[in-house]
């Protein structure tokens, strides 16, 4: 049977940088990854480094809008009927999670770990000779009214009490800034902090390569369990076998299907989102653009601009509805008249989601030698290189360089 240090089961983005930050201090890794690594869902998404954005979602102000949000079949967040009875349990800890105080506990968990995010992303990518798919920019988050800007103004004191930049920008400025957008905005705030990736797909590949390049072995297929055999673990792949004394489970969304034979129930769920590709968008934003009441990106990469967003609740297995992609083309176009829609490409990807918005970082207590990577919502591009500095650290018995205790597996 083939023999690792680590065995990397899931070769996302969060598997993929564990890999080569354990390949770095000198392990012998290899990925069990069932499509081709770095190609996760990470390639899909908004390519937006937010290493800012410390706020779980579950907070009063959402659960207020809920019930306006779920009934709007149009809007940014819609759980599909069907689904409804498997989200009862998620839903429940999703509004546990909103209380104020563990709203001010995650804020409190979140801040550390993305404060050395940004320079553990640059190190890796570095390494990796993959810096220049990273554009170190001031990203605008955009308000409609009047009133959001106001809302949202007020976390700004938050954010620099945590270490990070954020300003205001007024309507005018605004459209100084951005001229493309022409219709219907109050202002913006300004994250100066942030990084854009030009070509998500492209860096995930790079850094697959990289992987590759340094020695690093992949077993096409999928992980169907893991089983402790002599101190270590088998993990049982489809026409595979691997033995190795430590074990990532970095499978994004699918991780609890690897999980529940060992005892762990975790509420992961997918958040399904989507974006749509403007081949020749016509006018192009000269940064990434949040447009906060419709929550969704727009983001210039080297292949055009990429519309990404939204939240559907429907299961791993429910095919994509690519009406909501096509819907971000008639919502961006309320704010940039002039996009032009042809060429385009749809796309369909899973956050993995757990209710208190934080991830699921750490040894499982029951099952020494596994450590799970994974649950990282909208930030797994923006926490992966962090994430897997985390667990190198754990492999190597070492402290890591953030808390873990509120990522602990078995919180809920
Ligand atoms: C529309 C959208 C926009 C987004 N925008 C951003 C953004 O701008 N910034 C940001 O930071 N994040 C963003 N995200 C979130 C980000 O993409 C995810 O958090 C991140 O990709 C999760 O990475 P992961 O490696 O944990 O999971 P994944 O990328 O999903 O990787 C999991 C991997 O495990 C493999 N796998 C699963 N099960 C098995 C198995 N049993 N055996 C073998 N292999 C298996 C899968 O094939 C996959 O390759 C966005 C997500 C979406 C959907």
């Excluded at 209380?99 to 390494?127: E, K, T």
């Excluded at 940064?287 to 519309?307: K, N, Q, S, V």
Aim: net charge neutral; glycine share 10%.
């Amino acid at each position: 049977m083939p023999t690792a240090d680590v065995a990397v089961v899931g070769g996302g983005i969060v598997g993929t940088c564990a890999a080569i930050e354990l390949q770095r201090r000198g392990r012998a890794v290899t990925i069990v990854e069932r499509d081709e690594p770095g190609a996760g869902t990470a390639a899909g998404s908004a390519g937006y480094l937010a290493y800012d954005d410390i706020f779980p979602i579950p907070s009063p102000a959402i659960v207020a809008s809920l019930p306006r949000m779920l009934f709007d079949r149009h809007g940014p967040l819609v759980v599909q009927t069907p689904y409804l009875p498997h989200l009862a349990g998620w839903g429940l800890r999703f509004l546990a999670a909103a209380r104020p105080s563990i709203v001010r506990r995650s804020i409190a968990a979140l801040a550390p770990l993305n404060r050395l995010a940004s320079q553990a992303h640059q190190d890796l990518a570095s390494r990796a000779g993959a810096q220049h798919y990273l554009v170190r920019e001031s990203v605008l988050h955009v308000f409609r009214t009047e009133a959001s800007l106001e809302t949202a103004s007020k976390l700004i004191p938050t954010l620099e009490r945590e270490g990070f930049e954020a300003g205001i920008v007024d309507r005018d400025a605004l459209r100084a800034m951005e001229p493309a957008i022409r219709n219907g905005v109050a202002g913006a705030i300004s994250f100066p902090g942030s990084d854009r990736c030009t070509n998500p797909s492209g860096y995930g590949a790079a850094l697959a390569r990289h992987f590759r390049a340094q020695g690093g072995s992949v077993i096409r297929g999928t992980a169907r369990a893991l089983e402790p055999f002599g101190g270590g673990w088998i993990v049982r792949a489809d026409e595979e076998e691997l033995l190795a004394p430590r074990v990532i489970v970095a499978t994004g969304a699918w991780s609890r299907a690897l999980l529940a034979p060992l005892g762990y129930g975790v509420p992961l769920e997918s958040a399904r989102g989507y974006n749509l590709m403007l081949g020749q968008p016509g006018v192009t934003p000269s940064r990434t653009l949040l447009f906060e009441e419709d929550h969704f990106c727009a983001t210039p990469m080297e292949d055009g601009l990429r519309l990404a967003g939204t939240v559907e609740f429907a299961g791993l297995e429910a095919p994509p509805n690519f009406y909501r992609s096509e819907m971000l083309y008639e919502i961006a176009r309320g704010y940039i008249p002039e996009l032009r829609r042809d060429p385009a490409t749809h796309w369909m990807g899973h956050r993995p989601s757990l209710p208190d918005s934080l991830p699921v970082i750490g040894e499982l207590p029951k099952h020494p030698g596994i450590i799970a990577a994974f649950g990282h919502e909208r930030r797994g591009l923006m926490q992966s290189a962090i994430t897997a500095r985390c667990v190198a650290d754990l492999v190597e018995r070492k402290t890591p360089p953030v808390d873990l205790a509120p990522f602990r597996i078995d919180r809920f």
